[in-house]
């Protein structure tokens, strides 16, 4: 099977996206087929690309995208372009929808396409809500946006989404099939560690290790997460807090708190670090407003069960890899799980044990690969492609 790959950004890159775009690229490397990565040059409009890429981060993420939906007739050329050299299966985008945009297949073939949120599905939901947007952007470009999102996503054979949360919200907004629209979980930005041989002991006369990650100490609820901390320190627990990715203000720090605002996994030294926070910890506690978390995955891989926020597509069943609690719910919520735990060791070893198994049936890319490569099997065998 051959497959061209579309993204805004390579995917031999591994920090764009949080990891998740070159995780997806090296999955269908491994279990689907031959990959090859489109150009991203924007052809004759190539020197605005250029200078779009040059501006700083915050501008050049708001750019790009809108530039190119609006542009998409003349950027959509090279890659019709480069699809017509070649004979492929399948054209495969991930992320940038826009990539997608007014894009002429030369011959019939599968076109599919994932992300962990669309522009105007994260915008309408708790998670866009919590940062706000400004009255041009609300009565002017979202609804040019939300039309140019219909036209792209209804013309794929294939819509992957990593959640139910996702697929409940695109089908309707966007004018889905159930034969279009799929729930395929992502896996985690880590290799898969080992399992642990036994369940960590949760008990009343050790430490309680909680862990943060990410690289917004707000976003990712770490304020929720520190007082969780001092309220379970109020009822005599001995809670110790690992943060790794940012570094907490002042005022949620304390000699309890422990961390590491940058380890990079490709350093032996600073990749130990990050496994033994992951081993030593008992929860993952991060009431975060996500669209998906890398974190809750590779939490399941080393058997740490997440308490999280019922919000968006965050991956965390209730009671087999943590807890997702109600939007609102706060520190004393969070307090009062951990406690129940406490009182129940063996219950607690029983959690363990299934985060670790839904990490290995599901939230893992072997088994996204495996699964993508069924779906795209199946239609290209039905020779019900896309020729548009």
Known sequence: MKIAYLCDISPEHSQPYSGGNARIYRALQDHVGE????P????????????IYALPDGVNLR???RLHLLLARIISRSVTEALAAKHYDVVFGAYSFQSMAQLKTPYPMLKAFTSDASFTVYKRSEIGASFGSSWVSRRLLDPLTLRAERNIYRKLDLALWPSDWLKDEADPL???????????????NIDTPKAETKPLRLTQETPVNLLVVGRDWVSKGGPIAFETLAKLREQGVDVRLTVIGTTPPDCHLNRYVTVHPTLDKTVPRERALFEAAFRQAHFLVQPSFESWGFAFCEAAAYSLPSLCLAVGGVPVQDGITGHNLPPGAGAAEFADIISTYLKDPERYAALRRSARADFEENLNWDAWGRKVHDLFDARLTSGELSDQ
């Open 63 to 65: 750019l790009r995208w």
């Open 40 to 51: 991203r040059a924007w052809g004759a409009a190539e020197p605005l690309r250029r200078v």
């Open 174 to 188: 966007y004018g889905l099939s159930e034969n279009q629209s799929v729930v395929v979980p992502w896996g985690a």
């Open 35 to 38: 990959v090859d990565i489109l």
